[in-house]
């Protein structure tokens, strides 16, 4: 171990120790004051500062693109969920679970335009899914907590790709465990390609210069094991004070390009990011969750909740090094980590460099949805784990929406803690935060926002192409715990003439658990 981590170590025992401490003073100040639980909270988590202390020792591990073959018109892939170990810099190797690899998973790869099928098989102790983060594909194939995977079983979803080229991603989705599944290590990019895309001058050249960024923190036990505890008072979540990119603790890229493509995933459980280059150079963001924007947005930094991603380029001068950060974010919550300072990972530049110079000014159409064409308005209220002051039940249905039509759905954060909304099937649009036009990096496609408390966010979207009266999407908190804790409900999407009345729905009890 070098004298850097090893300092890194110490710092981190020491704010072990002081956590303690803070949460016996909160315990005394609750035992004191009786009125004093906000104190306890207040105290409980010091924020962290890891900048400087990070030892960049490590080439950044790039997945693998996954494997595939045409079989019958369609592209196959072939995913065993299992069990692995991988070595995360603490000494000895953490047992983890990945996908065809011991962790994480390898980066899927589809055009528009292609069936594909996918065959994963569990391997697995206990049932899991795969849901596929982002895409527009029918319900049962959404590997939701209605597809469930027991083990020894393979799921074979298949669909037809059909949205624009965008960064999307896949994870575990069982009702109540997806923290636990996503922590172990389940997670992979699932990247659309498309012609309009491909016309662009772009970096495009996988692990070279176009790369995946899979930004997850994680803490550990002293005998090396994940540390999968959330604090006794706190209902955020898992916290963690290493940050791993694309599984790599302390990770290095070397830059050989002049520009360097970064599609960053907030892989995360809990913790939203705010992430900026230490000499805080400007970037230029390309695209969000459901494609790219119409032309680049120079940024300096960008917030990401969990489950929402990022395309940005980069330019890098020869020889320099310059590192990745994490800065406090909107409203950051100290209790999701929203004041910490990060080190995330460090860029080194060749002495050479190659490649494409610039960001094209223009990228692609993203025609704004028309607030007029909306037939509905549905309203969404998140407050502790609950949506409307209801928690998730897998056999409610919570809304019934009819095919083809477009609507807006309001969501308000009402109880200030840190919850974001993701929606299954679409990709949305947002038309205002608190009544203003949102920021030009907001404007794009998303499947997730951030919402903060008084601030109502209000999204439009359209419901196309895949209509069940059986099988439900899910819409929910992607803070992984408040998910698994029942911030999450069910819409239908149901042919024009069918009852909208989700009364009229209510789901078989042994609904969830199919495998095979
Ligand atoms: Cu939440």
């Not at 995360?268 to 900026?276: K, M």
């Not at 059986?470 to 024009?496: A, I, S, T």
């Amino acid at each position: 171990m070098s004298d850097a981590s090893k300092r890194t170590k110490r710092k981190v025992s020491r704010r072990r120790f002081l956590k303690w401490t803070a949460a016996s003073v909160g315990v005394g100040a609750l035992a004191a004051a009786g009125g004093g639980a906000w104190v306890g909270v207040t105290y409980l988590n010091a924020s962290i500062d890891t900048r400087g202390n990070v030892d960049f020792n490590r080439r950044l591990a790039v997945p693998k693109e996954a494997q595939s073959r045409v079989e019958n018109g369609a592209r196959v892939f072939d995913l065993a969920i299992r069990h692995g170990e991988a070595d995360f810099g603490q000494g000895v190797m953490t047992p983890t679970w990945g996908i065809n690899g011991p962790n994480l998973a390898p980066t899927i790869r589809a055009e528009r335009g292609e069936q594909v099928q996918i065959r994963v098989t569990n391997q697995l102790d206990e049932a899991s899914t795969l849901h596929w983060h982002g895409m527009h594909l029918p319900a049962e194939m959404d590997g939701g907590p209605h597809q469930m995977i027991d083990p020894a079983t393979t799921w074979t979803p298949d669909w037809l790709i059909d949205q624009p080229a965008a960064t999307l991603w896949y994870h575990p989705h069982p009702h109540g465990r997806t923290a636990a599944h996503v922590y172990r290590g389940l997670a992979g990019l699932f990247i659309i390609d498309d012609a309009d895309e491909a016309s662009l001058d772009l970096p495009r050249n996988y692990g070279l210069d176009d790369i995946p960024i899979i930004v997850q923190d994680r803490k550990f036990h002293s005998d090396g094991t994940l540390d999968a505890s959330t604090s006794w008072i706190q209902s955020t979540g898992i916290i963690g004070d290493t940050v791993l990119v694309n599984g790599t603790p302390g990770a290095y890229f070397e830059v050989t390009t002049h520009t360097v493509r970064l599609r960053i995933l907030n892989g995360s459980n809990t913790r939203p990011y705010n992430f900026a280059f230490e000499d805080n150079r400007d970037f230029s963001l390309i695209g969000t969750d459901g494609g790219l924007l119409k032309a680049p947005v120079e940024l300096s930094n960008i917030q990401l909740s969990p489950g929402e991603r990022a395309e940005v380029i980069v330019a890098f001068a020869p020889g320099e090094q310059v590192r990745l950060q994490s800065g406090p974010s909107d409203g950051g919550d100290r209790l999701a980590g929203g004041e910490d300072h990060l080190d995330i990972m460090q860029f080194r530049a060749a002495d050479q460099l190659d490649g494409i110079t610039g960001v094209p000014t223009e990228l692609v159409d993203v025609p704004r949805l028309d607030e007029s064409a909306a037939v509905r308005t549905r309203n969404f209220e998140l407050s502790g784990y609950a949506i409307n002051n209801q928690t998730m039940d897998m056999s409610r249905i919570d809304e019934v929406v009819t095919l083809g039509d477009t609507e807006i759905w309001t969501v308000t954060n009402l109880d200030g803690q840190t919850h974001n909304f993701h929606i299954h099937d679409v990709q949305f649009q947002i038309l205002d935060i608190d009544g203003r036009e949102p920021p030009p990096q907001l404007q794009g496609w998303k499947d997730t926002v951030w919402v903060q408390q008084g601030e109502p966010v209000r999204l439009i979207m359209r419901f196309t192409d895949y209509a069940s009266n059986e099988w439900p999407y899910m819409h929910h908190c992607h803070m992984l715990r408040h998910e698994d804790q029942g911030m999450m409900g069910q819409f239908l999407v149901v042919d024009p003439g069918q009852s909208t009345n989700p009364a009229d729905y209510r789901l078989g009890t042994d609904h969830g658990s199919h495998g095979g």
